[in-house]
C-alpha cells in the first residue's frame, strides 16, 4: 500500500512537501534527518 503525505513544517509554514511513500514514519523521520536535498533546508 502506498500513501500519498502533505507535510508542512511549523518553522516554514509556506513551504509544503507532497509525496508518495509506502512507509509513513521513515518519510518522517528521513525528512527531519535532512536525507533529502530538496527538503533538507526545510528541516525543523
Do not use: C, W
Request: proline share 9%; glycine share 6%; no cysteine.
Amino acid at each position: 500500500m502506498f500513501y500519498i503525505y502533505l507535510m508542512k513544517s511549523p518553522s516554514y509554514p509556506t513551504q509544503l512537501d507532497v509525496g508518495l511513500t509506502r512507509d509513513l514514519r521513515q518519510r518522517l523521520k528521513g525528512h527531519n534527518e535532512g536525507y533529502s536535498p530538496h527538503t533538507a533546508k526545510f528541516r525543523p
